[in-house]
Nanobody, 115 residues
Framework: QVQLVESGGGLVQAGGSLRLSCAASGNIFSINAMGWYRQAPGKQRELVAAITSGGSTNYADSVKGRATISRDNAKNTVYLHMNSLKPEDTAVYYC?????????WGQGTQVTVSS
């Protein structure tokens, strides 16, 4: 079992930046890829960014150039830093971790970008 706890969401003005954190606990040695999805009201959950255990990253086109995902394996934590935030970035952001053949999810953290 893996437990994920997100933090760092909140209300941000357009053009601003934020950093989301996701701390993993439990069977952390089984974790491979980690990343972030988001879900806006009335929309499907979409991948924002992902990072493998080796550090390879992948980003949604909508956040490329504005988002950076990083991982601190010593702290079992993955971060998502986003800048130049837009109102359309408003969503609940969910952290995930892939361990063995299962995907674990955090509880989600709300990010609201005001115009």
């Amino acid at each position: 079992q893996v437990q994920l706890v997100e933090s760092g969401g909140g209300l941000v003005q357009a053009g601003g930046s934020l950093r989301l954190s996701c701390a993993a606990s439990g069977n952390i040695f089984s974790i491979n890829a980690m990343g972030w999805y988001r879900q806006a009201p009335g929309k499907q959950r979409e991948l924002v960014a992902a990072i493998t255990s080796g550090g390879s990253t992948n980003y949604a086109d909508s956040v490329k150039g504005r988002a950076t995902i990083s991982r601190d394996n010593a702290k079992n934590t993955v971060y998502l830093h986003m800048n130049s935030l837009k109102p359309e970035d408003t969503a609940v952001y969910y952290c995930y971790a892939d361990a063995n053949i299962r995907r674990y999810w955090g509880q989600g953290t709300q990010v609201t970008v005001s115009s």
